[in-house]
């Protein structure tokens, strides 16, 4: 028979569950209710959707792996507290691939089972003090449920349920916990005779987990900030380098076309000045190719004073047109173009591309974020 504290202290778990286990009525992937709900034990390789740890499945395929699992007879419970229609077969036939209609619930294995297969759970000398109840009472019978429930078990030993308290190590045990690890300890207390006065401490609890609620929702509001954050900052960056790219590039085309349109201009005058010089020359070079014809002309019919006098102007001509050529030899540069980069561009040019600039990520506290999120 359980004591008033325990109760107490089932009715307050109860109700504590009924009030906040109706999200885990849902599955996690599909958010609908829980059609079959089992307890996961696996033995082959499996990867969850959800957390991403390996479990182990065995050699089933998918459609039997889900009927091998025990029950979860406390959500089962809930589902059908809360009017969920629940329809279960018997696992010990299906284990023989017999299909039959579940009408009873073993709350210590969480094995569904038909009439004939409680029976004989009933005398199997492993179950006979196991709980069997009608799947249909499972409602009202929540309390027996949550105790036969895994939580109030054995990990260690199997079924066991644990009904000692070892003060000296603040440890739920079993009867065999008790004997085996724990008959030293002056400290273990059978929970059915003294059961402690939970409630100041279920309050406690109550009260940190709220603490706990209520750090985790500042917790995951700073990170939604701090990521909102940091996204601004990855935009206002991604904005900065392309404006910056833009200015250099604008800055580029202007020294372009500047460039361009002012070497041309050299070009062009340049081309000008060269083709008035050739014109120079050539006129100088004809007129000497004619005194020369006139020369030869004269030293053939001409007085000796003609030819004198032609000789004379000619060697004149020939002075005055190397006189010219000098003079136009000596100012006749070879222009070229160079461009005169900025010495501080230039120095950006020769840094490594790794270096001319670099991403640094600061810290700042928490204080902090709160209040440039109030100034938001």
């Known amino acids: 028979m359980a004591t008033d504290s325990e109760d107490?202290?089932?009715s307050d778990v109860i109700q504590e569950s009924e009030t906040t286990m109706s999200e885990e009525l849902n599955c996690p992937l599909c958010m609908n209710l829980?059609?079959?709900?089992s307890m996961?034990?696996?033995?082959?390789k499996l990867c969850c959707p959800l957390c991403g740890n390996v479990a182990y499945t065995g050699e089933l395929s998918a459609d039997k792996l889900v009927h091998i699992f025990p029950l979860n007879a406390l959500m089962i419970t809930l589902l059908m507290k809360s009017k969920v229609k629940v329809d279960l077969v018997c696992n010990a036939c299906q284990a023989q691939d017999v299909v039959s209609p579940a009408e009873n619930l073993c709350t210590v294995c969480e094995e569904a089972l038909c009439v004939k297969c409680s029976k004989m759970h009933g005398i199997s000398r492993s179950s006979t003090n196991h709980t069997i109840l009608k799947i249909s009472d499972l409602p009202s019978k929540q309390q027996t449920v949550l105790q036969n429930n895994e939580m109030c078990r054995c990990t260690e030993h199997g079924s066991f349920p644990l009904e000692y308290y070892c003060k000296d190590h603040e440890a739920q045990l079993c009867i065999k916990c008790s004997v085996d690890d724990h008959a030293s300890c002056p400290e273990v207390i059978k929970l059915a005779n003294k059961m402690p006065n939970f409630s100041e401490a279920l309050k406690q609890m109550k009260e940190q987990i709220k603490n706990l609620e209520d750090q985790l929702k500042l917790f995951a509001a700073i990170n939604v900030l701090n990521l909102s954050k940091l996204e601004a900052d990855v935009n206002s960056l991604t904005i900065e380098i392309r404006t910056l790219k833009k200015i250099i590039n604008v800055a580029l085309d202007d020294l372009e076309e500047r460039l361009k349109k002012e070497s041309n201009t050299i070009f062009k005058d340049e081309k000008q000045r060269i083709e008035q010089a050739n014109k120079i020359c050539y006129s100088h070079i004809m007129a000497i190719r004619n005194f020369n014809a006139v020369l030869e002309s004269a030293s053939k019919d001409a007085t000796q004073n003609q030819t004198f006098l032609l000789t004379k102007k000619l060697a004149n001509q020939c002075f005055m047109s190397k006189r010219h050529n000098d003079d136009m030899f000596s100012k006749n540069d070879i222009v070229t173009l160079q461009l005169d980069i900025n010495p501080q561009l230039t120095?950006?040019?020769?840094?490594?591309?790794?270096?001319?600039?670099?991403l640094t990520m600061k810290k700042m506290m928490k204080s902090q974020l709160c209040v440039m999120d109030s100034n938001y």
């Open 347 to 358: 120095s950006v040019i020769n840094i490594p591309r790794g270096e001319i600039g670099m």
């Open 34 to 37: 829980f059609s079959n709900a």
């Open 40 to 44: 996961q034990d696996f033995v082959k």
């Open 8 to 10: 107490l202290v089932a």
